[in-house]
């Protein structure tokens, strides 16, 4: 979320001096006051962050009152503007809890595909970000839209004002965006970009459906089976033995497992809990990203396919801004922060990068020496070095990974859904065969 700050004070002779900045966060804007208090020797008397505002406005012969939102700096900057509008009764309240949500990759998506469509029927740039900003629902994404048109209308460099925002639209969204604003045709970059978003969104949700879905059920499952081990099978079983009599084996080791489950559970909750909180805080530190990327491409069945993935994305990000960014080595970054892999991105801003810059290597050989890459991408790397085309190279590459992957994908989701019913239906026949284990029960009559 970006927000804005608005700062007063005077300088060394006296002069007051006030401005308006824009960070990402609270910390970020007082390190930015700091420092151009410091550069500039002000002496800052007020620091104001611009808020929303709720207002009602009531006015005779209408009931209901009219409500609106309003952002700004302070309550008076909002009660000054309705008195010049001619209004003398009214009620103006801050926003207590604003929790912005971030704009989902549907929302980037729609904008950048409605850009193109608008860009090819000739209409400017700023009219287009004015009028989606309008009919924008999400609120993070219609600010960000306001405050880039009136950055581009000031002057600002494309480049500079989106990745401003990547925080909204996402850091390669952000790139191609500024960059589309300096090349010649910014309706084939906006619609090179919206594939991007589209084919990446594609592979997001096959993994989530190859690993997430069935996981949930799996858990599902086991959950159910412990409440029925735990609450619902005591309840039978635990009447047979008022008198005194042998149980069957099966419903005997369920009844010692269910009160065993009952006694301990809060250690087999630890031996849970404990390894995915430490295995989820290790995973959200640098070191630890690195090493989940680079083990998770080992996984059998579908890490070859994650690894595929990774290389298809980084060559269609590639591919998509090697001719129109003019730094092949901001090129390569670029392509590498987008490929979400954080084993590859290292192994490609550590070896191969620093290889062409102070050893003079040429691209494939760079890239080959990283060690992420399968055969065949650097196999048609070289052919296309060879023949002086790296980009049609790079596009091939894309091409053949995204028809390979999605076809293997598909298949495997078939195939880790069909494991995940047999495993479903062989626990649900345990617990029939259990259950009616306790039918054949037959407690002595008596006198």
């Not at 700096?73 to 009660?79: A, H, I, L, P, Q």
């Not at 479903?424 to 037959?442: K, N």
Request: charged share 20%.
């Amino acid at each position: 979320m970006i927000l804005e700050y608005r700062f007063r004070g005077y300088g060394p002779q006296g002069k007051l001096v006030q401005g308006n900045f824009t960070v990402s966060s609270k910390a970020e804007a007082k390190t930015y006051m700091a420092k151009l208090a410091q550069k500039y020797q002000l002496r800052v008397e007020s620091l104001e962050k611009k808020k929303d505002f709720l207002y009602s406005v009531y006015t005779m012969g209408k009931k209901a009152p009219i409500k609106g939102r309003q952002s700004a700096f302070t309550k008076e900057e909002v009660e000054s503007a309705l008195q010049k509008m001619g209004y003398t009764k009214f009620k103006v309240n801050p926003v207590l809890f604003d929790f912005p949500i971030k704009p989902s990759g549907q929302d980037v998506m729609m904008f950048i595909k409605l850009s193109t469509t608008m860009l090819k029927d000739k209409m400017s740039f700023g009219r287009i970000l004015s009028m989606l900003a309008e009919e924008q629902t999400n609120r993070a994404m219609r600010e960000a839209l306001v405050q880039i048109e009136n950055q581009l209308k000031a002057g600002g460099e494309g480049k500079e004002v989106f990745m401003h925002y990547e925080n909204v639209f996402g850091k390669f969204p952000a790139f191609m965006l500024g960059l589309a604003t300096r090349s010649g045709n910014m309706a084939d970059v906006f619609e090179a970009t919206s594939k991007f978003i589209e084919r990446d969104m594609e592979i997001k949700k096959n993994i989530k459906k190859a690993l997430i879905s069935p996981l949930f059920a799996v858990l599902a499952t086991l959950a159910a089976v412990v409440y029925y081990v735990v609450k619902i099978f005591p309840a039978t079983a635990e009447l047979f033995l008022a008198y005194n009599m042998d149980l069957p084996p099966m419903t005997m080791f369920t009844l010692d497992m269910s009160h065993w489950l009952e006694k301990w559970w809060w250690i087999l909750a630890v031996m849970v809990l404990i390894p995915i909180v430490v295995i989820w805080r290790w995973w959200s530190t640098h070191k630890g990203r690195i090493w989940r990327d680079q083990h998770i491409i080992k996984l059998p069945l579908i890490g070859h396919l994650i690894h595929k993935s990774s290389i298809e994305i980084y060559f269609r990000v590639f591919g998509t801004i090697y001719a129109g960014a003019g730094d092949n080595i901001e090129t390569i970054r670029t392509a590498a922060e987008a490929c979400r892999n954080a084993w590859m991105e290292q192994q490609i801003k550590t070896i191969t990068i620093p290889m062409m810059l102070r050893e003079g290597e040429s691209f494939v050989q760079a890239m080959e020496a990283a060690g992420i890459f399968t055969k065949t991408a650097l196999t048609r790397l070289k052919t296309g070095q060879e023949t002086g085309n790296i980009l049609q190279a790079a596009q091939q590459i894309a091409t053949y990974y995204e028809a390979e992957t999605t076809y293997k994908m598909n298949t495997m989701i078939e195939y880790i859904q069909t494991i995940v019913s047999l495993f479903i239906s062989i626990v649900i026949m345990l617990l029939t065969v259990v259950s009616a284990e306790i039918a054949t029960i037959s407690p002595p009559t008596t006198m």
